[in-house]
């Protein structure tokens, strides 16, 4: 079968693109408005694209209307968020930040998280989450009146204890409990690992010797 995505409707790419691009990291996004109404949303059009440095990119779509989302504003007008990273626990409070709350509802107040203060960023973070990085926007960019690519740089990163060896700064996956979306309402956990060695040309040219 072959689909050519400059035909299609823009609700068969997105349904396409969700069920074959799994499983997607989630980034529940916090921010704050300018009026100081600390918003919590999940977003998995999400992933880390750079280290150095270290970049962060969200996929912010407009709602139907074409107003864009809480979350948009805000990054546009305060320029900072805070990404967590959702385990097993905070999955059903993740799911509860994503109802489309009026803007002047703090998600904190309704889906039963913990706000936690931040180093560097002037936005509520959740005390309950295993992972978060503090992000000081550096490029939004408007790809349409609908799509808006907000490019985040990590500023500093904050772990839950136990987490991460502070000797090694290896993370203990199992402890992690970390979940990713699938499509539409479904999630997965990371229950099954399994390990390749990279090799150099090197190396590779010498196994295929021996
Ligand atoms: C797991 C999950 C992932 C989501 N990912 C996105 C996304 O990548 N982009 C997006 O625009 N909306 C996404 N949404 C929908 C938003 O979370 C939802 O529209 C939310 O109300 C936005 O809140 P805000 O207005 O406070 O930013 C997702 C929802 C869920 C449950």
């Known amino acids: 079968m072959e689909l050519n995505f400059q035909e299609l409707d823009s609700k068969t790419r997105y349904k396409l693109l969700t069920a074959a691009v799994i499983p997607r990291p989630i980034a529940l996004v916090t921010t704050r408005s300018s009026d100081g109404t600390d918003n919590a ?4 059009f999400f992933n880390v694209f750079s280290d150095d440095p270290p970049l962060l990119i969200l996929g912010l779509q407009s709602r139907n209307s074409r107003i864009p989302k809480d979350t948009t504003n805000n990054i546009r007008q305060c320029g900072e968020f805070v990404v967590h990273l959702v385990d097993r626990p905070l999955a059903e ?6 109802v489309d709350f009026p ?3 703090s998600e904190f107040d309704v889906a039963g998280i913990t706000r936690s203060s931040c180093r560097f960023v002037q936005v509520s973070r959740i005390e309950e989450a295993p992972i978060a990085f503090e992000c000081r926007r550096t490029i939004m960019l ?5 799509r808006e690519l907000a490019i985040g740089e990590i500023l500093y990163m904050h772990a839950r204890d136990g987490l991460i060896d502070p000797n090694t700064l290896k993370l203990n996956l199992p402890k992690y409990n970390i979940v990713g979306r699938l499509y539409g309402d479904l999630y997965t956990p990371v229950t099954e690992t399994f390990a390749y060695t990279r090799l150099s040309h090197s190396e590779w040219l010498k196994k295929r010797t021996t």
Do not use: G, L, T
Not at 41 to 44: F, K, N, R, T, V
Not at 93 to 98: G, L, R
């Open 142 to 146: 408007q790809i349409n009146e609908n």
């Open 41 to 44: 949303a999940p977003y998995s």
């Open 103 to 105: 803007e002047e509802v």
């Open 93 to 98: 409070a993740m799911n509860e930040c994503s």
